[in-house]
């Protein structure tokens, strides 16, 4: 099964700095099917995750512009091009190409 | 509206049981494929289980395996999850999802927290 792993697991950020968090899979995320599965999920503090980011680079709904991914195969990256107050939570990658894992979770916080 | 609602989490001692419930509004449920996530302090977020619109469509993680039983009734838009045999390592926040597609968690609950200890 695909092992995803993070990094950093923290990262203080500056606001209106950009930010940019990895996400390297064990074995490539790229289906059969041409669809790569690799998802990126935001966690607000006292909140239930949300979907930021699906196959790789499309946004989730109602998810803002800044939030960006990309990547291909077993590399890949969130981007924040501007860090907002709102933004501080844990994120997660996740691949679902396998038996769905998640990875470690990377904590943004305002420096 | 909140698209899902979990209930059903609460304390229990090790070896003993629960059953959580998920109600979803707002979408075609019955079409649905659903998963129950837990998140954990040691273990972070996992999928424990999912179930796809028939009932012979059941995948669970080994560590749950023949502790866990989810099951649907899609005439009441709801889902479900049996724990059995509870231990210690189960304590966290469950979460109900719907995956579109291939971990493509469009709809997440709010969470129902089970504590396991004695």
């Known amino acids: 099964d695909g092992v995803v792993t993070q990094s950093p697991l923290f990262l203080p950020v500056t606001l209106g700095q950009p930010a940019s968090i990895s996400c390297k899979s064990s074995?490539?995320?790229?289906?059969?099917?041409?669809?790569?599965?690799l998802h990126w999920f935001q966690q607000r503090p006292g909140h239930a995750p949300r979907l930021l980011i699906y196959?790789?680079?499309n946004r989730g709904s109602g998810v803002p512009d800044r939030f960006s991914g990309s990547g291909s195969g077993t590399d890949f990256t969130l981007r924040i091009s501007r860090v907002e107050v709102e933004d501080v939570g844990i994120y997660y990658c996740?691949?679902?190409?396998?038996?769905?894992?998640f990875g470690q979770g990377t904590k943004v916080e305002i420096k | 509206e909140v698209p899902l609602v979990e209930s059903g989490g609460d304390w229990v001692q090790p070896g003993g049981s629960l059953r959580l419930s998920c109600v979803a509004s707002?979408?075609?449920?019955?079409?649905?494929?659903m998963n129950w996530i837990r998140h954990t302090p040691e273990k972070g977020l996992e999928l424990l289980a999912n179930m796809g619109p028939s009932e012979t469509q059941k995948y669970y993680l080994d560590s749950v395996k023949g502790r866990f039983t989810v099951s649907r009734d899609n005439a009441k838009n709801s889902l479900f999850l049996q724990m059995n045999n509870l231990r210690v390592e189960d304590t966290g926040v469950y979460y109900c999802v719907r995956d579109f597609e291939y971990g493509h968690y469009d709809y997440w609950g709010q969470g129902t927290l089970v504590t396991v200890s004695s």
């Open positions: 196959k790789v680079s």
């Open positions: 074995q490539t995320l790229v289906h059969s099917n041409g669809n790569t599965y």
């Open positions: 707002g979408f075609t449920f019955s079409n649905s494929w």
């Open positions: 996740m691949q679902g190409r396998y038996w769905q894992t």
